[in-house]
């Protein structure tokens, strides 16, 4: 019904950027809530950052300052860029959207998870 598809991961060194891009498409009306999530190797997936469809955001304390998450609307997409990026910042990151969607309900959706890495 509905498909997320990342784009963007990599390898970079510490304090580099990154800009991770998801895009959603199908059966959508609309889109409330997209966020990036991020699991670390050995640790639980956590909500890295979300912003709503007026755009309102929310961010992890550790990530503040240094993410800032976006959306167009018009493309059913959501951005993360990423700055100053540390070793602690490696992880799965994945995209989140809870979808309205055309004919039945809502319901929230994955995509595949794209890997970052910062390493020297």
């Known amino acids: 019904q509905v498909q997320l598809v990342e784009s963007g991961g990599g390898l970079v060194q510490p304090g580099g950027s990154l800009t991770l891009s998801c895009a959603a498409s199908?059966?959508?009306?609309?889109?409330?809530?997209m966020a990036w999530y991020r699991q670390a190797p050995g640790k639980e997936r956590e909500l890295a950052a979300g912003?709503?469809?007026?755009?309102?955001?929310h961010y992890i304390d550790s990530v503040k300052g240094r993410f800032t998450i976006s959306r167009d609307n018009a493309k059913n997409t959501v951005y993360l860029q990423m700055n100053m990026l540390k070793p602690e910042d490696t992880a799965v990151y994945f995209c989140y959207a809870d979808v309205l969607l055309l004919y039945s309900g809502s319901e929230g959706y994955w995509g595949q998870g794209t890997q970052v890495t910062v390493s020297s």
């Open positions: 199908g059966d959508i009306f609309s889109i409330n809530v």
């Open positions: 912003i709503t469809s007026s755009g309102i955001t």
